[in-house]
């Protein structure tokens, strides 16, 4: 049976960790250098610069730019996508004595909320899992929210780079000096174009890996130190709109089952979400992990599907689609987070690290909170006149990951997951015992698979999908253009795949792809087909990664422009 | 050489754009950029003042916001931008604009003055025009390339009939098209120097221009109604049954197309 | 209402869309052509076969520049007391609109697609936000200036006897710093894709990049340009110059003829204001069938060569 990861690409840590190249005075020296203006890296860029600013001596120590954000798209926020529903508690704690809640741009406190188990033609009404319970949280746009941590971290003091990628983790004698941001106007075969700009060696004391879903550098550094988990990391790929709509929706709702199938064998785990932004907007998502085994699983269309049922219609009809997108959310849980979340000069923040509660769909708070500790834990080695690069200088980072309620957290729910690998009445009964037993039963760790190990299937999934009429089933060409994605055509393809692979390796990449990069090409004989990519349409959710292939940073400012997601 | 370029902030182009219905203007907010030709316009100040010193300072009409976009340009090598900013001026059509923007020209005394030629809003298609006839100073549009030669400027002005070269003394106003260059990427170093570059807010009456003489109610053209674009009208279905091609050419011949 | 209209000549001949313009105005009021450069008086004339009663003419060696088209305009206006001034949009008709409405405080409107006069007053309408919604303008205080998009208006041929008026003006002094010092005329092999009233753009639909040469001949015959969708200019078909969409170029010739292309969002940007759009595609499933003006379902490699041979013999 064909996997695609016996197709992955040759791709180690090689590619991506280096020492620096430029000459030392073309060097750019900052402080300290924070990949990705996420929750995770401007909560830290914001706390850090609240230390830094009472204590003038130190941050005098981290020269003319203390703090750099590093941050991939065209501005904060523009890659950034997620439900959310936040625990709005380190948001709280990270602007104490500051700001409010009021402050700071959400959608409210949840309303109510409501679980529903899904048929084709019903929608029965369960009551919340303890896991699911929201209530004291709070409704964001992470973009929005991605903006608005933005300006708090330029006005602590941090300077924000957009459309700057990071491809290169610098490491020196063991150390971790800095990060390499990419070239930009290279042309399709990489030739220089005569706007070519190459990227710089931003040399850091201490670098801040808060990449997110996919964490580029962050999965080289953890081969490079030999940080990775016990359990390999999984994904889940998320495709959501947000649609205008004429009548409030009052609550948040979550699914299981429908359209999913819940026998084991077909792999299938997932539900989606609905929420209120404000009066007049909703969100509507599915995630589903991607160890699903049939060629024709594509998120897309099954969110499509989702749409047709009387539940949702009842919410979306009447209403104008304003915004698409799609990315992957981590799924390992504890198990696969690394074996230390610091090297020499290094500190792993956020879902990059692993930090998320799938039980819980819970993770932007996660991100902040590490991000608060990290600045501490570096703050407080700075203060004691240490070099950051020094081995342990960092351990109290990790101890403070220990010591906080998150961990706990998420060590109770550490086999949750991982546990629906069994289907989903297995896996539900197996997670209510989880649940009420604190995690303590069924002991010892569940193992976890590489999304890309799952074997393929085709079971003609693909003919359930509804149609796209391009008002309110809408195929991927046109969601691709509604998330702002504007990506120069001619320049290097950033994504790294074997392009001769059996064929329903190249179905399953074709369906799986929200964006619709990858088509089965030719026909090469003996059951192997090329693969067509379109790197151009690519919205970065990192699906590729977790099934044989290898997401990289393309040019900085490519990629989707969100807005509301 | 003293080169100001005129920048225009709109909303960027891939936000979901929408007219509001209330006041029928474009709905600005979400996030904005640069107008893509002024690009064009700031890569050409800044080959210039390579080529030969000087400075090149940004000068836009906008909202307080308008400085984030400015940003980008500052990144890639402008010295410094001027915005002039008031309440006011909102919804000032081209004679407001162009009065505002002659206003600030003037407090610069430039060599050149430069635009973009285009605006992906659709909103200034002519501005240029309209301030060098405030400005009392020649004016070259449509430039696809320009050169200096003593104290004149010469461009290549791109008409329906071919190319003209235009000959203008300094001081001049030029309106280039996106066929002069390819707009460089900022430097790292660039866009972390921006912010310490000097950005200058100007009121109206900073400029010596009465309110009565900007804004909406200045403005002498207005936006009456919004409407559904005129539908295409009917769909002609042709299946090919071997007189497809006649078919097409007997409607081109129709509809006068050829 | 007493329109002027602008009538721009270029060696020896009335432009189209003048003329057009001209048509317009004289169906809405009192109107006169306003003919200004060398031999304006000889090329006014021309203008009687067009419907024009009356037409200025200001005969001047002056170089096809705005400004002081400008000045002759803001004499004009005073001497006539024309309320509205109306201009075919080319790149020496907007800068002279803008000049002039900077010059008179007058309100321009632009890319005007029609004209009409209601409760007495004019009212423009212009397509805006990618064409995607048609908006009516109006215009407060005197003159009005408008710029009418280039093609919106026919010419009208009516013949009848026109009274040509010649007029002088002062030119201020800055309006002649700008001077004519060169021209050339690019040899080309057909027009740009920007400038093309006619295009035939191909798509993946093609097969393989031989077909080009069906559309090459296709737009030869009919005197327009070739374009091409993003996925072929990807696969090194044919060269990104001409690529129309989202990512490449937007265009709005008076004829599209889209061969082999689907119509995903990503190109329907870069072409759907055209005036006709049309389809030949072997996918009855095709997006561009939603939005095409004339949908031919079929073998594009069996139709486009025949097309170019009956334009061919409708031509020669």
Known sequence: ?565 | MKIAVCVKHVPDATVHKRIDPGTKRLVRSGESALNPTDLNAVEEALRIKEAQGGEVVLVSLGPVKAIDSLRKALAMGADRAVVVSDEAAAGSDLLGTSRALAAALEREAADLVLFGQASSDGDGAVLWAAVADRLRRPVISQVASLTFEGGEVHGKRQTEHGYDVISAPLPAVVAVSDAINEPRYPSLKGIMGAKTKPQETLSLADLGVPPSEAGEAAAKTTVLELGAPSSRGDQIRIEDDGSAAQKILDLVLERRLL | MTFLVFLEHHAGGLEKGGLGVLAKAASLGDSAGVVIGPAAREVATQAGAFGASRVYALESEAPPLPQPRVDAFATLVEKTGADTVLFAASVLASDVAAGLAARLDAGLNWDLTDLEIRDGELVGKRPALGDTVMVDVGWKGSPRLGLVRAGAFDPVEASGSVEVESFESPIAEFSTLATLIGHTVEASTGPSIEDADIIVAGGRGLGSPDAFSLLEELAAALGGAVAATRAVVDAGWYPYSTQVGQTGKTVSPKLYIACGISGAIQHKVGMQGAGTIIAINKDPNAPIFDFCDIGVMGDLHQIVPKLTELVRSTRG
């Not at chain 1, 319970?133 to 006005?155: D, P």
């Not at chain 1, 709702?253 to 064998?265: D, F, I, N, Q």
């Not at chain 1, 956020?350 to 996660?366: F, S």
């Open chain 1, 1 to 565: 049976m064909a996997r695609p990861i016996d197709f992955a690409p040759a791709f180690g840590s090689i590619d991506a960790v280096g020492a620096p190249t430029d000459a030392r005075d073309e060097r750019i020296e900052v402080g300290v250098a924070i990949v990705g203006a996420g929750p995770g890296g401007l909560a830290c860029a914001i706390r850090l610069g609240q230390l830094l600013e009472e204590h003038p001596d130190v941050k005098e120590r981290l020269g003319e730019v203390p703090i750099a954000v590093l941050e991939k798209g065209k501005q904060p926020g523009s890659h950034l996508l997620s439900g959310a529903v936040v625990n709005p508690r380190p948001l709280r704690q990270l602007f104490k004595g500051r700001l409010t809640m009021a402050d700071i741009p959400t959608y409210g406190d949840v309303p109510g909320e409501a679980v529903y188990l899904m048929s084709r033609r019903s929608a029965v009404r369960i009551p919340p899992p303890p896991t699911m319970r929201n209530h004291g949280n709070v409704i964001v746009s992470i973009s929005v929210l991605g903006r608005f941590l933005a300006e708090q971290a330029e006005a602590s003091g941090a300077v924000v780079l957009s459309e700057t990628a990071a491809v290169k983790l610098l490491v020196e004698h063991g150390r971790v000096v800095g990060v390499r941001t990419g070239d930009r106007g290279r042309g399709r075969e990489g030739e220089q174009l005569s706007t070519f700009e190459p990227g710089s060696d931003v040399v850091a004391g201490l670098t801040v890996l808060a990449e997110g879903t996919q964490g580029y550098l962050t999965g080289a550094a953890m081969e490079g130190f030999g940080l990775q988990g016990e359990n390999p990391q999984i994904w889940a790929l998320g495709v959501k709109e947000v649609w205008r709509v004429p009548d409030p929706l009052r609550r948040i709702v979550h699914t299981m089952g429908w359209p999913l199938r819940k026998s084991a064998s077909y792999g299938e785990f997932g539900g989606s979400f609905i929420y209120p932004l404000g009066d007049e907007l909703v969100t509507v998502g599915f995630v589903a992990g991607l160890e699903a085994k049939d060629v024709e699983f594509s998120v897309h269309d099954v969110l499509q599907e989702f749409k047709t049922h009387r539940l949702i219609w009842k919410i979306l009809r009447g209403g104008e689609r304003v915004a698409w997108g799609a990315k992957t959310i981590t799924e390992g849980g504890f198990y696969s987070f690394p074996r230390r979340f610091n090297a020499p000069g290094l500190l792993l923040v956020g879902e990059g690290a692993g930090l998320v509660n799938v039980p819980r769909l819970k993770g932007v708070h996660y991100a902040i909170e590490s991000g608060r500790l990290a600045a501490e834990a570096a703050f407080r080695s700075l203060q004691r006149g240490e070099v950051p690069s020094r081995v342990g200088a960092l351990d109290a980072y990790d101890e403070s990951l220990r010591q906080s309620p998150m961990w706990n957290e998420l060590y109770e729910v550490r086999n949750m997951r991982q546990a629906f690998d069994r289907g989903f009445f297995v896996g539900g009964a197996l997670a209510s015992m989880m649940t009420v037993t604190k995690g303590r039963m069924p002991n010892g760790r569940f193992l976890t698979h590489p999304n890309s190990a799952a074997p393929l299937m085709k079971t003609g999934r693909a003919s359930r999908y509804p149609k796209p009429d391009g008002t309110y089933i809408f195929d991927k060409l046109s969601s691709v253009f509604a998330s702002g994605n504007r990506t120069r055509d001619d320049q290097p393809n950033h994504l790294k795949v074997t392009t001769r692979v059996r064929r329903p390796v190249a179905e399953a990449w074709e369906w799986m792809c929200p964006a619709h990069v990858y088509e089965v090409g030719r026909d090469l004989g003996n059951g192997m087909v090329s693969v067509e990519i379109t790197p151009s349409n690519c919205v970065q959710c990192g699906a590729i990664t977790a099934k044989g292939g290898r997401l990289t940073p393309p040019e900085g400012g490519s990629g989707p422009e969100y807005t509301l997601t």
